[in-house]
Structures are given as structure tokens and as C-alpha cells.
């Protein structure tokens, strides 16, 4: 069995890029079959509405069920106040087994995180260079799997992913894949590192080829056992923990003192009054 973990599928409603136009699967799954890959984790491409995306996607799976698992998108900034209505479609009628978020959209927030520990969903977020965030993200949500993309760049940043390597070997709840990384001697290090129980192989299909990025996993020289945690194992074990109905109804709730994590009330000071304002100001 061999587990792509990164693929967009269906349409975007932007023209800025294939990545909010189109992501068409016919020559992935052409690929994929080509190289081996009997299943791949699907979820839409950039959109201004991911409860229309997310449906989308969710249509695809429900298509081939055996061939494909399904990763809910949200935007932390359009989707907030509606985060957890958008989860639990999600999960508990499409059957999804994770979340993907995109610092391209939006810094994660904690209703997202909020979330994926109420299903026990892992969560793939792309930061786009911002490694200090997963430091914040791992020990403020140990109990919330990450999957930090590209070694957490793919601008191809080699401080970033240098940078990167350290909270993915220290922390246990973080984890990156293999797609569009470029530099094969960070790769490397990363698994020497972290280990192989810490990569999932992914290809960001259907724009990248999947049978390359599956070639990076054989270049690693890895034994049978450990490449089958890149190429499969290590997804597996993640979605474990997925629950099909709240573990608690998790809330945000804006301006209060913050509650405790376990308790389901997860309060943002950014969420009051005058959310931009005090974003752009963060920023600067």
C-alpha cells in the first residue's frame, strides 16, 4: 500500500494559478497508477467558499471510496464562527479523516485547532515558511496532530526548512511530507533526525508528478520497514485517532479570559472587536 497524503482535487473559483482555477485528476490518476499508488488523500483547491469546495471533494471520494480519503479545507479568517459546522459535515457525513489549512488564506487559529482536537483530526497546514508558528501550534495543542508540508517551505526556503527540522525531531505531535521538497540533503536530515515515523510521503498532485516525488522516498535508502512508514504507515496511525462524533462541542469564544484547553471553550483575544485592526498591527 502506498499512501500520497498531499493532492488537491475539483475546482477553485479564482484565476490566479492552477492552484485556484483547476485541479483536475485524470493524469494523477494515470500517474499515480503508473507508480504504484493505490490510495491518495484529496482536498480542494484554493476557493472563496470551502463548504462549496469541501463538497466537491467530498463528492470525488464518495466516487471511489476504496482509492481516495478525504481532508476538510477551511480558511481561518472567511470560515470563522462556522468552523465547526464545516468539521463536522465533514467527518461525520462525508466521512473525512483530517484538515488542511493554508497560510496562503489565513494564519491558523485556534477555532481550527479547536476543532481537529474535538474530532481528534490530524491537521495539515502549509505555514509558507513560518516555522516559529509550529512551536506555538505543538505545545499550546499537544494533543492535535500537525503535518507541516515541504519541510515547511515550498518556496524552496532553506532556512525555513533548516529551521524547521528542530521542532519536527523535538515535538512528537509534528509531523511534514514529502512533496516539492526540493533540497534532498534536508530530506535526509530530516529523517535521520526525526526519524522515519515523522514523514508521510506526499506529492501536492495533481500539478507535481507523483511517481517523482515518490522517487525521492526510494532515494533515501531506507529499509522495507521504515519506507513503509513514509509511503503509508505513518498516515494510517494518524487517522487512528479520528472520532466520528465530538469528543466535546468545541467554541470560540471572543474577548474573555481563555479557558482551559480540555474543557472545549477556546478563546482568541484576536477574535474581539476590531479583528483587522489588531491583526494588521501583529503583522507589522
Not at 535521520?192 to 508528478?209: N, T
Request: glycine share 10%; charged share 20%.
Amino acid at each position: 500500500m502506498i499512501i500520497d497524503c498531499h493532492c488537491h482535487a475539483g475546482k477553485g473559483d479564482g484565476l490566479t494559478g492552477p492552484w485556484d482555477t483547476a485541479a483536475p485528476l485524470r493524469k494523477y490518476l494515470t500517474w499515480a497508477d503508473q507508480a504504484g499508488i493505490t490510495h491518495t488523500v484529496l482536498f480542494a483547491a484554493f476557493h472563496s467558499d470551502y463548504a462549496v469546495a469541501n463538497r466537491a471533494v467530498a463528492r470525488i471520494v464518495a466516487a471511489q471510496p476504496e482509492r481516495f480519503y478525504g481532508f476538510a479545507f477551511i480558511h481561518a479568517i472567511h470560515d470563522r464562527g462556522r468552523v465547526t459546522a464545516l468539521v463536522r459535515e465533514a467527518v461525520e457525513d462525508f466521512g473525512f479523516v483530517g484538515l488542511k489549512v493554508h497560510r496562503h488564506d489565513a494564519r491558523i487559529s485556534r477555532e481550527i485547532c479547536a476543532a481537529a482536537r474535538a474530532y481528534g483530526l490530524p491537521v495539515l497546514y502549509d505555514v509558507m515558511g513560518e516555522v516559529s508558528t509550529v512551536e506555538l501550534l505543538a505545545t499550546e495543542y499537544p494533543d492535535v496532530n500537525f503535518v507541516i508540508p515541504h519541510l515547511g517551505s515550498f518556496a524552496d526556503d532553506w532556512a525555513a526548512q533548516l529551521a524547521f527540522l528542530d521542532p519536527l525531531t523535538r515535538h512528537p505531535n509534528v509531523y511534514t511530507d514529502t512533496s516539492g521538497v526540493r533540497r534532498f540533503d534536508l530530506l535526509e536530515e530530516a529523517v535521520r533526525r526525526a526519524g522515519p515515523s515523522k514523514v508521510l510521503f506526499g506529492s501536492d498532485g495533481p500539478w507535481l508528478h507523483p511517481g517523482v516525488e515518490l522517487a525521492k522516498v526510494a532515494a533515501l535508502g531506507l529499509s522495507p520497514t521504515e519506507e513503509q512508514l513514509i509511503l503509508g504507515g505513518n498516515f494510517l496511525r494518524l487517522i487512528q485517532t479520528v472520532r466520528r462524533s465530538p469528543r466535546y462541542p468545541p467554541r470560540i469564544m471572543a474577548g474573555t479570559p481563555r479557558g482551559y484547553p480540555g474543557d472545549g471553550v477556546i478563546t482568541d483575544p484576536w477574535l474581539a472587536g476590531g479583528t483587522d485592526q489588531r491583526r494588521r498591527t501583529k503583522d507589522q
